[in-house]
C-alpha cells in the first residue's frame, strides 16, 4: 500500500523549459513533505519542503506547490538544467506525533533535461 | 559532501549469512536513521537511533538491528539474509530537534544476497 506515489517514471525536459514532477499521497497525517535529488552514487540532497500550512515554497529556480484537498503536490523546476538530470523523490511525513521520526517517499521520476 | 559516509560500499553474501554495514555521522549528529532502497523503489524506512537507543522502527522484523555509538558512528544489523535483502542500504543523520531539511543522507552500501 503505497503512501505516497510518482506515478511518472521518468520525464524528459529541453533544457530552459518547464520541468513539472507530480506526487499523490494517501495519508491524511502527512502534513510536511519534501522534495530530494538523488545522483548516482550518492545519497539523496535535500532540495525543498513545504508544510501543510502552505500551498507554495519557492527557493530559486525551484517552486512546490501542495494541494491539500487533492492530496497532490508537485515540483516545477524553471528554467531546467543539464545538471538537474537525476532521480527526484518525493517524502512525506507527519509534522510532530506518531510517525513524525520517518519519511516516507515515493519511488522516485527520473529527470532527464536534454541539452 | 554531506560528511555522512558509509562503508562498505558494495558487499556481496549468501542467503542466511549475517551483514553488519556502518555509517559515520557528522560530528554533534546523535540522530541517525537508516532506510532500504530497493531497485526501482524509493527508500523506506528501517528505523532511527538517537543517543543510542532505539527511537523509532518502520516494518521490518526483528532480524534487523541497530546499534550507535557516543562517536557519532552506527551498525546495521541483519541476520538471516535473504534474496530480498538485496538493496541499497542508506543511513541519515541529524542534529536533535532538527527538521527532514537539515538531515544528510549518505552514499549508502550496496548489498547483493545470492
Known amino acids: 500500500d503505497q503512501q505516497v506515489k510518482q506515478n511518472s517514471p521518468s520525464l524528459s525536459v529541453q533544457e530552459g523549459r518547464i520541468s513539472i514532477l507530480n506526487c499523490d499521497y494517501t495519508?491524511?497525517?502527512?502534513?510536511?513533505f519534501l522534495w530530494y535529488k538523488k545522483y548516482p552514487a550518492e545519497g539523496p540532497t535535500f532540495l525543498i519542503s513545504?508544510?501543510?500550512?502552505?500551498d507554495k515554497n519557492e527557493d530559486g529556480r525551484f517552486t512546490v506547490f501542495l494541494n491539500k484537498s487533492a492530496k497532490h503536490l508537485s515540483l516545477h523546476i524553471v528554467p531546467s538544467q543539464p545538471g538537474d538530470s537525476a532521480v527526484y523523490f518525493c517524502?512525506?511525513?507527519?509534522?510532530?506525533?506518531?510517525?513524525?521520526?520517518?519519511?516516507?517517499f515515493g519511488k522516485g521520476t527520473k529527470l532527464s533535461v536534454i541539452p | 559532501e554531506t560528511g555522512v559516509t558509509q562503508s562498505p560500499t558494495h558487499l556481496i553474501k549468501t542467503r542466511g549469512q549475517q551483514v553488519t554495514l556502518r555509517c559515520s555521522s557528522q560530528?554533534?549528529?546523535?540522530?541517525v536513521s537508516w532506510y532500504q532502497q530497493a531497485l526501482g523503489q524509493g527508500p523506506q524506512f528501517i528505523f532511527q537511533?538517537?543517543?543510542?537507543?532505539?527511537?523509532g522502527r518502520g516494518n521490518f522484523p526483528p532480524r534487523f538491528s541497530g546499534l550507535q555509538f557516543p562517536n557519532y558512528s552506527s551498525e546495521l544489523n541483519v541476520n538471516a539474509l535473504e534474496l530480498d535483502d538485496s538493496a541499497l542500504y542508506l543511513c541519515?543523520?541529524?542534529?536533535?530537534?532538527?527538521?527532514?531539511?537539515?538531515?544528510?543522507f549518505g552514499p549508502g552500501t550496496r548489498l547483493t544476497v545470492l
Open positions: 537511533y538517537y543517543r543510542e537507543e532505539e527511537n
Open positions: 513545504i508544510s501543510s500550512i502552505k
Open positions: 517524502a512525506a511525513s507527519p509534522h510532530s506525533g506518531a510517525g513524525s521520526y520517518q519519511l516516507t
Open positions: 560530528s554533534g549528529h546523535n540522530t
Open positions: 541519515a543523520s541529524s542534529l536533535p530537534g532538527q527538521g527532514f531539511d537539515t538531515q544528510y
Open positions: 495519508n491524511s497525517m502527512f502534513d510536511y
